[in-house]
């Protein structure tokens, strides 16, 4: 628990170095059934700076259309592929949930790419937490509170790192500030993935 942010749990290293290499090793065979795509802003068609992708039953997608969870990925139409052994297994363990995720987003960070401050409220059920795996380049990760605009700490989220958002962060403001260029050899060209694990319906 940190400070500020009840239900906030940090892992630092929660992976070491081989099993990161593992993980980028499955995460790279199901991307390639699921290419990343370029979310837009919903209404103006603003592209996101982060692409992204899914993996487990339902995908987290953005279009001019709105923010939603669908089964098929936006441009091939095939289910997304399944979430990896490894992945759930984290879960499993950090979680304190009993049932498993239904949505694993891939979000990809090229050198320039932001996340902005948002609330991740798409979801029927907020009892679950949502967990967080750092691959690749570290990044400045902003919280804040319930209420947009309020006090925020920021956390370096490094290659490995495990995040934890249950009780009161579950709904708090967060977002990513910069990516830190340079500061992990995991990516042969840089950048940063992170995995975003979610509960999306009520069991
Ligand atoms: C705090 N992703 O995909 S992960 C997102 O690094 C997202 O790609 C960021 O925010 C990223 O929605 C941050 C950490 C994270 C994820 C979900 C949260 C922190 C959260 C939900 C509630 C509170
Ligand atoms: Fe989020």
């Known amino acids: 628990m940190s400070g500020m942010t009840p239900g906030l749990r940090y892992l630092p290293g929660y992976l070491d170095p081989t099993a990161q290499q593992a993980m980028l090793a499955e995460l790279r065979a199901r991307v390639a059934e699921a290419p990343l795509f370029t979310p837009v802003m919903p209404r103006t068609g603003k592209p996101f700076s982060v692409r992204m992708t899914n993996l487990g039953p339902l995908g987290w997608v953005s279009d001019r259309a709105g923010y939603r969870y669908q089964p098929t990925h936006p441009d091939t139409g095939r289910p997304w592929p399944p979430i990896p052994e490894m992945v759930l297994n984290i879960w499993r363990k950090v979680s304190g949930y009993p049932h498993d995720p239904e949505a694993c987003l891939v979000n990809f960070y090229g050198q320039s790419a932001k996340m902005g401050p948002h609330r991740d409220t798409d979801e029927e059920d907020f009892a679950a937490p949502v967990v967080s795996i750092s691959l690749g380049d570290s990044a400045i ?45 995991l990516l042969k060209d840089g950048g940063r993935i992170n995995l975003t694990l979610r509960r999306v319906t009520r069991p």
């Open 141 to 185: 990760f902003r919280i804040g509170g319930p209420e947009r605009g309020g006090k925020t700490q920021s956390l370096k989220l490094s290659s490995g790192d495990v995040l934890v958002m249950g009780g009161q962060s579950r709904l708090s403001y967060h977002g990513i500030d910069r990516v830190l260029p340079g500061t992990s050899t």
